[in-house]
């Protein structure tokens, strides 16, 4: 299929040059959306050649109205409302991993890496040419992919997976070669094959993108008054292809000022609030780290919870609110980090990652984080053509702790595990099993401290577990096993047992909310994927699940059901709805390390819909209902949308988001009086938020793009009633679980957050791989122990007399390639 190319072709989106003129036409494409193997309405032809460093791909996508073809202008890797043309790359054949290159007929890029034969990672950034070209037969599209960005065994002679999809976005419709049918499980699995590419380069690779970053940042505070100062830091990244499948990518004095701020969260609860990875060093490649914990829908598995946690590198220092104060840096610095990732012809995946950040100082020169070095270490090896895989992941953290730190941080935390899965019946079916085991070192202050968070609640009654203070070590296990039904047919299912023991703890390089666990969930769902009468796809989904400690008591009993439809206008719907507690259970992290509380049933329903997006103004609604405490907690919230497509190039949307919640228990606290007696506290808490998330996008081209992001945040909250648990928490009956207290003098009656954060960002790429950042941050914040008794309009503008802290930065990358 592939041809050797004598002279490489001009990248002009023309079929003139002489390889064009020789090269197999591929034209037998079919649909997949709205309809699975239906006849695709235009017709699509590819040609395909390579030399010794690339590979080359010409498209002619053929269009008897080529003044409709839809067009939009965005910047790289942002999908707008037009027609696109896709390669898809298996360069190892696995059957397993690939490579996606999309353009749209503006020119706009969009590349993805495939793992695991379905999932997308759409953080890396391939060095590769297209330019496209819009005539009168409809438009084309002609690829210059150099081979040093493809990942490939050594070998004289080599067979790559390969695949196109075309959209045509005004008929939306979705056609591929060969056919790609969305009832079978996977994706590179039903690639066709690019064969008989000979000689291909096997040279060492080296890419080297050293920065310049200047900044201004705020100093000081209203007490001793505010100053700015100018700093300016140098650094790099490298990366090396030591082979045509082993890859080293390093960054030293790594800086992410053009990332886009975390969301303002008010965190209630007795859980960490996750943050989703926005780094670019740390989000390319790293879904080869990924050992998922507590991940029951195989397809989805949105619990975030895992043993590698990259945000835990370059935190906030752990004790800034101990021995810090508003000059303490809110970042570590990450003095260097490294990734070592391969392939072997023989199946076998692996990847080393490494990382130091910098001890940083607090008031008197204490430490608030030690230097820390962080570790990963991965291996992965399919068998069977990839239906088959073993795996296993070990990790470790280690602190160089002091006087200041010791009584508060692990010295050293370990992590292994290892996992198995297997594909049968024609990849329909799959079962899959793993275990971890953990292993935190530290103080026997620092242990105590751990056994007694909300990960843990050692101290806790009624739940078979003792606080031993001596302990200079705490350890764990995990277990867990799935079977499921992924492709074939319009049915599918999973049911998943997880088990952790109490002592389980992997949150200095992992993400775990709690431990002490036992959770049995079984998912169900029916899948539609051809067009016929009101709807293009439609799905329905049925989740139950129970969940116990590990001393057996009920944690939970949930049974959930949602349905999904993609309209014929376009158009999506969805509804579903949840009940909890269905049966007798308990809540062993309410009191926060007291006695077991009494469940009351939650019936939580939700729905939403979002209009065509391709139209100039598009719209949506989410709304969410919680109702419990036997009628006396509801909450409800409403998340609206407008977005506004005035141009090709300009794109705007505004989404407030308005919730009230009654909650009318909330933990207050826990108290301890002259008698040593603890009183474990509730409230009813009345407590509205009102946030405001808005985004603009300017496309002056493919290149060349402003970006502005903000989000004003507000919440206030009231508490009153104030309660403290009976001597019968776990009665059945709500209104005999707690029995009126007075809080200590002094006690919050109330609190207050505001918040205002923004990210403009203008991003020049003025070569391929070199990029240019002009960014300005801009935030305000303020907090109070009691609510505001004013409107939220006043709360919103007096977000503006707060003091700014304003972050200006330049930044400049550029791409060494040898």
Same mark, same amino acid.
């Given at each position: 299929?592939?041809?050797?190319?004598?002279?490489? $072709?001009?990248?002009?989106?023309?079929?003139?040059?002489?390889?064009?003129?020789?090269?197999?036409?591929?034209?037998?494409?079919?649909?997949?959306?709205?309809?699975?193997?239906?006849?695709?309405?235009?017709?699509?032809?590819?040609?395909?050649?390579?030399?010794? =460093?690339?590979?080359?791909?010409?498209?002619?996508?053929?269009?008897?109205?080529?003044?409709?073809?839809?067009?939009?202008?965005?910047?790289?890797?942002?999908?707008?409302?037009?027609?696109?043309?896709?390669?898809?790359?298996?360069?190892?054949?696995?059957?397993?991993?690939?490579?996606?290159?999309?353009?749209?007929?503006?020119?706009?890029?969009?590349?993805?890496?495939?793992?695991?034969?379905?999932?997308?990672?759409?953080?890396? %950034?391939?060095?590769?040419?297209?330019?496209?070209?819009?005539?009168?037969?409809?438009?084309?599209?002609?690829?210059?992919?150099?081979?040093?960005?493809?990942?490939?065994?050594?070998?004289?002679?080599?067979?790559?997976?390969?695949?196109?999809?075309?959209?045509?976005?005004?008929?939306?419709?979705?056609?591929?070669?060969?056919?790609? %049918?969305?009832?079978?499980?996977?994706?590179?699995?039903?690639?066709?094959?690019?064969?008989?590419?000979?000689?291909?380069? #096997?040279?060492?690779?080296?890419?080297?993108?050293?920065?310049?970053?200047?900044?201004?940042?705020?100093?000081?505070?209203?007490?001793?008054?505010?100053?700015?100062?100018?700093?300016?830091?140098?650094?790099?990244?490298?990366?090396?292809?030591?082979?045509?499948?082993?890859?080293?990518?390093?960054?030293?004095?790594?800086?992410?000022?053009?990332?886009?701020?975390?969301?303002?969260?008010?965190?209630?609860?007795?859980?960490?609030?996750?943050?989703?990875?926005?780094?670019?060093?740390?989000?390319?490649?790293? =879904?080869?780290?990924?050992?998922?914990?507590?991940?029951?829908?195989?397809?989805?598995?949105? #619990?975030?919870?895992?043993?590698?946690?990259?945000?835990?590198?370059?935190?906030?220092?752990? /004790?800034?609110?101990?021995?810090?104060?508003?000059?303490?840096?809110?970042?570590?610095?990450?003095?260097?980090?490294?990734?070592?990732?391969?392939?072997?012809?023989?199946?076998?995946?692996?990847?080393? /990652?490494?990382?130091?950040?910098?001890?940083?100082?607090?008031?008197?020169?204490?430490?608030?984080?030690?230097?820390?070095?962080?570790?990963?270490?991965?291996?992965?090896?399919?068998?069977?053509?990839?239906?088959?895989?073993?795996?296993?992941?070990?990790?470790?953290?280690?602190?160089?702790?002091?006087?200041?730190?010791?009584?508060?941080?692990?010295?050293?935390?370990?992590?292994?595990?290892?996992?198995?899965?297997?594909?049968?019946? !024609?990849? %329909?079916?799959?079962?899959?099993?793993? +275990?971890?085991?953990?292993?935190?070192?530290?103080?026997?202050?620092?242990?105590?401290?751990?056994?007694?968070?909300?990960?843990?609640?050692?101290?806790?009654?009624? +739940?078979?577990?003792?606080?031993?203070?001596?302990?200079?070590?705490?350890?764990? !296990?995990?277990?867990?096993?799935?079977?499921?039904?992924?492709?074939?047919?319009?049915?599918?299912?999973?049911?998943?047992?997880?088990?952790?023991?109490?002592?389980?703890?992997?949150?200095?390089?992992?993400?775990?909310?709690?431990?002490?666990?036992?959770?049995?969930?079984?998912?169900?769902?029916?899948?539609?994927?051809?067009?016929?009468?009101?709807?293009?796809?439609?799905?329905?989904?049925?989740?139950?699940?129970?969940?116990?400690?590990?001393?057996?008591?009920?944690?939970?009993?949930?049974?959930?059901?949602?349905? !999904?439809?993609?309209?014929?206008?376009?158009?999506?719907?969805?509804?579903?709805?949840?009940?909890?507690?269905?049966?007798?259970?308990? @809540?062993?992290? @309410? #009191?926060?390390?007291?006695? /077991?509380?009494?469940?009351?049933?939650?019936?939580?329903?939700?729905?939403?819909?979002?209009?065509?997006?391709?139209?100039?103004?598009?719209?949506?609604?989410?709304?969410?209902?919680?109702?419990?405490?036997?009628?006396?907690?509801?909450?409800?919230?409403?998340?609206?949308?407008?977005?506004?497509?005035?141009?090709?190039?300009?794109?705007?949307?505004?989404?407030?988001?308005?919730?009230?919640?009654?909650?009318?228990?909330?933990?207050?606290?826990?108290?301890?009086?002259?008698?040593? +007696?603890?009183?474990?506290?509730?409230?009813?808490? %009345?407590?509205?938020?009102?946030?405001?998330?808005?985004?603009?996008?300017?496309?002056?081209?493919? #290149?060349?793009?402003?970006?502005?992001?903000?989000? $004003?945040?507000?919440?206030?909250?009231?508490?009153?009633? +104030?309660?403290?648990?009976?001597?019968?928490?776990?009665?059945?009956?709500?209104?005999?679980?707690?029995?009126?207290?007075?809080?200590?003098?002094?006690?919050?009656?109330?609190?207050?957050?505001?918040?205002?954060?923004?990210?403009?960002?203008?991003?020049?790429?003025? =070569?391929?791989?070199?990029?240019?950042?002009?960014?300005?941050?801009?935030?305000?914040?303020?907090?109070?122990?009691?609510?505001?008794?004013?409107?939220?309009?006043?709360?919103?503008?007096?977000?503006?007399?707060?003091?700014?802290?304003?972050?200006?930065?330049?930044?400049?990358?550029?791409? /060494?390639?040898?």
């Amino acid at each position: 299929m592939a041809v050797r190319a004598t002279a490489a $072709p001009r990248i002009d989106g023309r079929a003139d040059d002489a390889v064009w003129q020789t090269a197999p036409k591929q034209s037998a494409f079919r649909q997949f959306s709205p309809k699975v193997n239906g006849e695709a309405l235009f017709r699509t032809e590819f040609q395909v050649a390579y030399d010794e =460093r690339n590979l080359y791909v010409f498209l002619r996508m053929f269009d008897p109205h080529p003044d409709s073809i839809m067009h939009a202008l965005s910047r790289r890797d942002q999908r707008g409302p037009s027609d696109q043309i896709k390669i898809i790359i298996d360069s190892y054949d696995d059957k397993r991993s690939g490579y996606e290159l999309a353009v749209n007929p503006d020119g706009v890029k969009r590349d993805y890496t495939i793992s695991d034969d379905r999932a997308e990672d759409g953080s890396w %950034d391939g060095i590769w040419e297209v330019v496209t070209r819009v005539d009168s037969l409809g438009w084309t599209a002609e690829y210059r992919v150099p081979l040093s960005q493809l990942r490939y065994a050594a070998a004289a002679s080599h067979t790559f997976g390969f695949g196109v999809w075309r959209d045509i976005e005004r008929k939306n419709e979705r056609d591929s070669w060969p056919l790609y %049918d969305p009832k079978l499980n996977g994706l590179t699995s039903q690639l066709g094959r690019l064969e008989g590419l000979t000689g291909l380069g #096997t040279g060492m690779r080296v890419e080297g993108t050293p920065y310049l970053v200047t900044k201004s940042v705020p100093q000081g505070s209203a007490a001793a008054g505010y100053s700015r100062s100018e700093v300016t830091t140098i650094g790099g990244d490298l990366k090396a292809g030591l082979t045509p499948n082993v890859t080293l990518d390093a960054t030293i004095n790594p800086d992410f000022g053009q990332v886009e701020a975390d969301p303002a969260v008010v965190n209630l609860s007795a859980f960490e609030t996750f943050y989703a990875e926005k780094r670019p060093f740390f989000v390319e490649g790293t =879904r080869l780290y990924q050992f998922p914990l507590n991940c029951y829908i195989v397809v989805d598995c949105s #619990t975030n919870e895992g043993l590698f946690y990259s945000r835990r590198i370059g935190r906030s220092p752990a /004790l800034r609110g101990l021995y810090g104060d508003a000059s303490t840096p809110s970042a570590t610095n990450i003095l260097g980090a490294a990734k070592l990732t391969g392939r072997t012809g023989g199946g076998l995946s692996f990847g080393l /990652l490494d990382a130091v950040t910098q001890r940083v100082g607090g008031v008197g020169a204490k430490t608030v984080e030690p230097q820390t070095n962080f570790t990963v270490l991965r291996a992965q090896q399919d068998l069977r053509g990839g239906n088959t895989g073993l795996g296993v992941i070990a990790t470790a953290v280690n602190r160089s702790l002091d006087d200041w730190t010791a009584p508060y941080m692990h010295r050293g935390a370990y992590a292994i595990g290892g996992n198995f899965r297997n594909r049968f019946h !024609h990849g %329909d079916y799959e079962f899959s099993a793993q +275990v971890t085991a953990s292993r935190v070192d530290g103080s026997a202050a620092a242990i105590a401290r751990t056994q007694s968070n909300s990960v843990h609640y050692y101290q806790q009654p009624g +739940v078979g577990l003792s606080l031993d203070t001596t302990r200079t070590s705490l350890g764990g !296990h995990e277990e867990q096993v799935k079977f499921g039904k992924y492709g074939g047919g319009i049915t599918r299912f999973e049911s998943s047992l997880v088990r952790q023991s109490a002592g389980f703890d992997v949150n200095d390089l992992g993400y775990l909310r709690r431990a002490d666990l036992l959770d049995w969930a079984t998912w169900a769902a029916l899948s539609w994927n051809d067009a016929r009468w009101i709807y293009r796809w439609a799905g329905l989904n049925a989740n139950h699940q129970l969940r116990w400690n590990t001393n057996g008591t009920k944690l939970d009993h949930m049974v959930n059901v949602n349905g !999904h439809m993609g309209l014929l206008n376009n158009w999506d719907v969805h509804l579903g709805a949840t009940i909890a507690n269905v049966s007798t259970t308990r @809540c062993d992290r @309410c #009191t926060r390390g007291g006695p /077991l509380l009494g469940n009351s049933p939650v019936f939580a329903p939700w729905g939403g819909f979002n209009s065509d997006a391709r139209k100039p103004v598009s719209y949506g609604l989410w709304v969410n209902v919680n109702s419990g405490s036997a009628g006396h907690t509801y909450v409800y919230s409403y998340s609206p949308y407008v977005q506004f497509r005035s141009s090709t190039r300009l794109v705007a949307s505004v989404g407030p988001y308005y919730e009230h919640a009654n909650y009318d228990a909330q933990w207050f606290g826990n108290f301890t009086d002259a008698a040593h +007696v603890t009183h474990y506290a509730f409230a009813h808490l %009345d407590q509205t938020t009102l946030a405001m998330t808005t985004r603009v996008n300017y496309t002056v081209s493919p #290149t060349l793009t402003f970006e502005f992001y903000g989000q $004003p945040f507000v919440t206030n909250g009231t508490y009153s009633s +104030v309660r403290e648990v009976s001597p019968t928490p776990e009665a059945h009956r709500y209104a005999d679980r707690y029995v009126a207290f007075t809080p200590p003098a002094g006690s919050s009656t109330g609190f207050k957050y505001v918040q205002l954060r923004t990210n403009a960002v203008v991003r020049w790429e003025f =070569r391929p791989g070199s990029t240019m950042f002009v960014v300005w941050q801009h935030g305000r914040e303020d907090s109070a122990g009691q609510a505001s008794t004013q409107s939220w309009l006043r709360d919103y503008s007096d977000l503006f007399s707060l003091h700014p802290n304003n972050i200006f930065l330049l930044k400049m990358a550029y791409w /060494l390639n040898r």
